[in-house]
């Protein structure tokens, strides 16, 4: 069945420092989206990307989605100690329906 | 509308037990997602439904799971005979089909069987 694999696990970084975090599918997907999950919270939503090879800017947040529509990354800008958290990726299917989350990436931030 | 609600936040229960959660959803959403996270580990697909119909159960899902969605609005999710790794958090979502706004998740209802 579908998979999708998140690197790396963990990540620590001093403030300003920046930030990127890997998924990888094993199949074509007709779209992926992104969740923060705060220590203690649930998955919130951050984006959707749809289009082969998109690009998404939010503030220092930058979100792109592979050519092939297999992989994605996220990358933040001079990381602030309010991006602590669990970042997720989770990908739909052509078949559409559920989404299938990654592991996702656990990030710090030393002020 | 205060989103996503999850009863109860927390349940303790001894193995063997049956156990039911209950998920609202966002009113005007017309899917509802059942997920389960255990530490360290992404959220995992248990079930979803369009409406009150059940479209999909992940093949990792024993018997002992049942959800229902009797009027297309909240959902129960039982545990019959639980074992000690059904013990996580479960996760309710809910969305518009077509919506390009994701998920929205509720706070949870973490389960641990004694």
Redesign the interface.
Known sequence: ?QQ?M?IP?YQHVQEGEDFTTYCNSSTTLSNI?W?KQRPG????????LVKSGEVKKQKRLTFQFGEAKKNSSLHITATQTTDVGTY?C?GRGNQG????????T?LSVKP | DTGVSQNPRHKITKRGQNVTFRCDPISEHNRLYWYRQTLGQGPEFLTYFQNEAQLEKSRLLSDRFSAERPKGSFSTLEIQRTEQGDSAMYLCASSLEGAWDGYTFGSGTRLTVV
């Open positions: 069945g999708v998140q696990q989206q969740y919270g649930h998955p919130v939503f951050l984006i959707q997720f989770a329906g559920k989404l299938i989350f990654g592991q996702g656990e």
